[in-house]
């Protein structure tokens, strides 16, 4: 069974950065990718990326400040947070799919796996 590991959370201002890492127990997932969830807000997609060839996807509110990443060797993705603003505050979850598929890499409902989260806080 997969099991994910998400740490580098914290608390920030406005303009800093974060740097997020989330390692996996096993090689060749098909696709990981980063989600958040403010309170009263539904959970909703960042970034993803397909380890293997390194394709990435973003959501356009953090197109051009966020970079998601991996290390192949370490089964680990990071997600680079600049410019961070108090509407990026969450609990940011990593999550993953094993089999290959034809699938919307930033829909919460193409992924099979889910870590803990990590709370980021963003002041004014």
């Known amino acids: 069974q997969v099991q994910l590991v998400e740490s580098g959370g914290g608390s920030v201002q406005t303009g800093g950065s974060l740097r997020l890492s989330c390692t996996a127990n096993r090689f060749n997932l098909y696709l990981m990718g980063w989600f958040r969830q403010a309170p009263g807000k539904e959970r909703e997609g960042v970034a993803a990326i397909q380890p293997g060839p390194g394709y990435a996807f973003y959501a356009d509110s953090v197109k051009g400040r966020f970079t998601i990443s991996r290390d192949l060797d370490k089964n680990t993705i990071f997600l680079q947070m600049n410019n961070l603003t108090p509407e990026d505050t969450a609990v940011y979850y990593c999550?993953?799919?094993?089999?290959?598929?034809?699938?919307?890499?930033?829909?919460?409902?193409?992924?099979?796996?889910w870590g803990q989260g990590t709370q980021v806080t963003v002041a004014s």
């Open positions: 999550a993953s799919r094993g089999r290959m598929t034809r699938v919307e890499a930033l829909s919460v409902s193409s992924y099979d796996t």
